[in-house]
Each structure stands twice: as C-alpha cells, then as structure tokens.
DNA sequence: CTCTCTATTTTGGTCGGACCAAACATGATC
DNA sequence: GATCATGTTTGGTCCGACCAAAATAGAGAG
C-alpha cells in the first residue's frame, strides 16, 4: 500500500501542469518541451526544479529526454508504460526463477489468448493469421527472420483480442525475454518444428477447437522454455 | 576504451552503481541510503547529480524517497514495479475506453486463472478458496467488509498459480480499478449475488471442470463491469 | 533510570550564478 | 542547392549558499 506524503515538492505542481497541457494537447505529441529557461520563468522557479520536474516526466513516459537533446513530447500511453517497466524489470529478471515467472505469465495469456481466437477470430483475422504463417514458413531457412516472423506470428493473437494494452504487453515480453531468447543457439530444425507448432496453433483456430489451440500454444511456449532454461545453468545466485 | 554510448549523463554510473549494491545486499532494503554529502564526495561529483541519481533510483522504485526523509532502500520485486506504474497509469484510464480495455485484460487472466484453478488445485487450495468464500458469505451484509473479502477471495485464484508477479498484477488491478469501482453504489443485493457468483466459481474448481469455472469467473467479471460501466455517462471525451 | 522536552546538528529542498560542450540556427562559400 | 564555417541556443554539470524540517544530542523533570 503507497502511503500519501502531506510535504510537497515544488516540482510537483510544474509536472502536473505539463502533464495536464500534455493531455488537453495544449502541448503536441513529437513536439520538443520549451526551454528550461523558459519554463523556470514562466513557472517562477530554479532551473533546478524544472530539470527535476522534467526528469519525473520522463520517468513517467510523458516525454522522451534523450541527453543533450531537447525532451520530446509523447503522447501517453501503453507503450510508454511498457518503457518505464523496461528499467526496473531486468532487476526481476537476474535469477531464473524470475525469468520463469515472468514467462509463465505469458504462457498464461497467450494460452487463454489463443483459446478466445479459436471462439472469435473474423475471417480477416484468420487472414492475418494465415499471412503472419505463411511469412514465417518462408523463413525458415534464415533464423534472423525466422525470429522476427516468429513474434509477428504470436503478435496476431495478441491483435486479435483487439486490446491495445496486450498488444504493447506482447511487445513487453518479446522486449524482456530477447536477451534470454538470444542466448539459446539458433538451429534450422528447431525453426522447423517451431514453425509447425504454430501451424497446430492455426488449424485448432481454424477448426475453432479452443482447447486444441490452447494445447498447442501452451506446449509450444513450454517447449521454447526448456531450450531457454538450459542456458541458466553457469550464473546461479 | 568500449565503445560506449556517445552521450550519458554522469548520474548512470552512480545510479548503476547503488542500483548494484542494493541487488548485492550492499545496501540492505529498509535501510537510509546514504546523505547526499557523503554520496558526492564518494563518487567525486557533485549533489546536483546525486539528487539526480537518487531521483531515477526513485523512478525505478529502488528506493522509496518521500520529500525531506533520507532515501530508504527497498528490494526490487514486482510490488516495486506495481508502484512505478501506479504513477503513470491513471493517465489510461481517462477515458471509458481506457478502463475497458485494462479491465478485459483482468478478465482474460482472471478467466484463465479460474481454468487453470479447476486442474491444478491442491488441498490446501480449496481450503483456502472455501475459506475465503465462507469469510465472503458472512461479510455480506457490510459493504466494505463484502468489497475486502470479495478482493481476497481473487486473490486466492492468484494465489494458486503459485506466481509472485501475478500476485503483484492482482494487487495493480485492486488499486488502479478501485476509484471507478468506488463511484458504484454498494447494495446488499448486489453482495448477495456477487457471493453467488463467487460459489459458483468455487463449486466449478472443486467439480474440477475448467470451463464452468472459466464461464463463471467471466459472466461474474462482465457483469461487474456492467454495473461501472453505467458510472461513465458523465465525462466523455 | 526512564521519559519528555529543548537545543544543536544534520540533511534534503531550493535558489542563483557560472561554465562547458553539444545541438541548433545562420549565413557565407563553392 | 549542397556544404561548411560561424555564432547562438540549450542541456549537463559544478559551486556555494540558505532555509526548514528531520534527526540527534543534551538537559531537565518525574
């Protein structure tokens, strides 16, 4: 539970002010952030506050503030939110436990994901589906791209439910496990069989079985782990 | 030297560096970080980019600093992280859209932990749901005592997966959807039906049978949503 | 000796000014 | 019109200072 501090920073009010020009569009999205010095003026308060008020504005994904480099406006939202996890999450992600966790999490949607598309997926999400299939088939030879069709396949389950938010939570999971994923040595056998677990995936929506689907999804994801899971053997806590 | 990135702020190294000791137990959780003096003179720099640093430690939810307290260390774990979003999440939830969409994700893993529940539960588990549905029942007629039980008794379903972060994501639901739940009226019908729903939950678990579970835990989530869904006529954008 | 209240020190919050280097805008040059 | 030298903004960092609140030490009362 967050407990309420009753003292204020000065800093305070300037981030909620340029939170709420942020979200009436008073100040637009990809548009650089005024000055500091001008901000100091208008607001009457040191750089010092400003810089700060700036600083928890970019930690909350309001602007982007690369150094040297005026903050841009960004318009919030669920990949800024993603952004934000990406700091503190590869704390959760040093032992391996964590990572199962966090994995496990993924094998949990996406299973019930996959479930729902075999119930509701339209003709032209079958579409997607077949195309996103088709891409990755033809890259099986090239395990560069067949990683990439790879997710651009789970993706479309994830665009399926027609929820943004999972969408930018798929992009969360394929951002934090990369580093993992990227370890585990990249063999044209293993595209084939991964490619024809997605294919069960696609034939039990099609045949809209959603256990099957389920099924399929779930054993593949579980199978991608114990390839993963080996790579954990050298650094133990 | 590496090649290391053209531009960073001399705040990264200290805030890897403490980001460190504290994942090293250097710095034990509960424990003041130390003075920003004493800091600057450590890393040679000056308070400008301690505070920074400590500011970023803060964003990450390494530290917990409330305005004039010494900075206390706090262990990196998924709560951590369910604060850090806490900061940036009201500003989804705006719009009626917003909140929708964040609460069809809880429905989705929810559904999913209710199937996932009806195969794997153990003893204990169903101990432990039929005691939190017995805590529900007679709670029903105190509104806030019913709205705390209810809680518990989903967080049992979290509970059983056995997974800490999907504790956290229980708990990140709980807080961010409760200022909407709260603008709904509590009657005591709706508690007795609510329980209702609750024991039908129970009852599909203890029958093993994931899809009445499943069914159950998301006609009760929707219809929920029915009830606050009504308190959004008002601020549309 | 413990507890309470007060005086002192510590420490975070804010300010102002200053300097540097990189980004930016300007304009001359080819 | 593209390129390059130029001067101007602007963010990053440092220094020193002051204030008020918090932490600590000390004095006094029970």
Redesign the pocket.
């Known amino acids: 539970m967050t407990g309420q501090n009753a003292?204020h920073?000065?800093?305070d009010q300037v981030v909620a002010e340029i939170e709420k020009r942020i979200r009436t569009r008073a100040l637009v999205e990809g548009q650089?952030?005024?000055?500091?010095?001008?901000l100091?003026e208008e607001f009457?308060?040191?750089?010092?506050?400003v810089?700060?008020a700036?600083r928890i504005l970019s930690s909350r994904g309001l602007v982007e503030?690369?150094?040297?480099?005026?903050?841009v406006v960004r318009k919030p939202g669920y990949d800024g939110a993603v952004d934000v996890l990406s700091g503190i999450v590869p704390n959760l992600l040093t032992t391996k436990d964590g990572v199962k966790n966090l994995f496990d999490t993924r094998v949990l949607i996406e299973g019930a994901l996959a479930r729902q598309a075999a119930l509701t997926a339209g003709k032209d999400d079958i579409a997607d589906l077949k195309a996103a299939l088709a891409a990755n088939e033809a890259a099986m030879e090239d395990s560069d791209e067949f990683y990439a069709t790879d997710k651009a396949f789970h993706n479309v389950l994830y665009k399926i439910s027609g929820n943004p938010a999972l969408l930018a939570v798929h992009r969360a999971y394929t951002t934090w496990l990369e580093p993992h994923w990227s370890r585990m040595p990249r063999l044209k056998e293993r595209n084939a069989r991964n490619y024809q677990a997605h294919k069960d995936i696609f034939d039990a929506i099609l045949m809209r079985d959603p256990d099957a689907a389920e099924k399929a999804l779930v054993e593949h994801l579980e199978n991608a782990w114990t390839q993963v899971s080996s790579t954990f053997d050298s650094s133990k806590t």
């Not at 650089?32 to 001008?38: A, V």
């Not at 009457?44 to 506050?49: H, K, Q």
Request: charged fraction near 35%.
């Open positions: 003292a920073r000065a800093s650089p952030l005024p000055p500091e010095r001008d100091m009457g308060i040191s750089r010092t506050v810089r700060e700036v503030a690369r150094p040297r480099f005026r903050p």
